[in-house]
């Protein structure tokens, strides 16, 4: 099956401060989607990005599809981006089933 | 719009027993997937539901079970529970259409003693 490859594995950032997380996939994808998951257990949208790039305030994402990776960017910290951040893929050929990678777990520090 | 809503959102329970948990999609949203995220093995996928019919099964034992309404609530049922099946089961909610953005409610947790 897919495989879905997230790093760092774990990042601590002091408040202010910006970060790339990426997504490996190891084959082609219809869908991925950038995910926060809260202290609570919530997974929060962030972006929906099968290609191409996007921006939301603090947070950007790119997909390179071609290449088979996605990067997320939040720039200028604050305590509360803290958790973890998961990519998610649905494979081009399998239906409705998104493939999580292991996460990145992000403190920020004040 | 409301969210996606579950319920329980706590639940505790002895090995052997059942369980049933409950989840209710965005109002329009017709399809209905099942994640099971435990320390060890992170997110997987149980299941997901469309128009009352199951349209994809991941790789669970069949203890594990769901079914969807004609409102498009679903259920998900773990028979003869294990200590393995502690877990935070989160549901998620789309149109039903590829390449959809899918929403996910804020889970239950299940502890099994």
């Known amino acids: 099956g897919i495989q879905v490859e997230q790093s760092p594995p774990d990042l601590i950032l002091q408040e202010g401060a910006n970060s790339t997380l990426r997504c490996n996939f190891s084959d082609s994808v219809n869908n991925l989607q950038w995910f926060h998951q809260n202290p609570w257990g919530q997974l929060i949208n962030l972006f929906y990005i099968p290609s191409g790039t996007k921006q939301n305030g603090r947070l950007s994402a790119t997909t390179v599809a071609t290449e088979r990776y996605s990067l997320l960017y939040i720039s200028s910290s604050q305590t509360t981006d803290s958790g973890v951040y998961f990519c998610a893929v649905e494979r081009r050929d399998s239906s409705y089933k998104l493939i999580f990678g292991s996460g990145t777990r992000l403190l920020v520090r004040p | 719009k409301a969210g996606v809503t579950q319920t329980p959102r706590y639940l505790i329970k002895t090995r052997g027993q059942q369980v049933t948990l409950s989840c209710s999609p965005i109002s329009g949203h017709r399809s209905v997937s099942w994640y099971q995220q435990t320390p060890g093995q992170g997110l997987q996928f149980l299941f997901e539901?469309?128009?009352?019919?199951?349209?994809n099964k991941g790789n669970f034992p069949g203890r594990f079970s769901g079914r969807q309404f004609s409102n498009s609530r679903s259920e998900m049922n773990v028979s003869t529970l294990e200590l393995g099946d502690s877990a935070l089961y989160l549901c998620?909610?789309?149109?039903?259409?590829?390449?959809?953005?899918?929403?996910f409610g804020p889970g239950t947790r299940l502890l099994v003693l």
């Open positions: 539901y469309f128009s009352e019919t199951q349209r």
């Open positions: 998620a909610s789309s149109t039903g259409q590829r390449q959809e953005t899918q929403y």
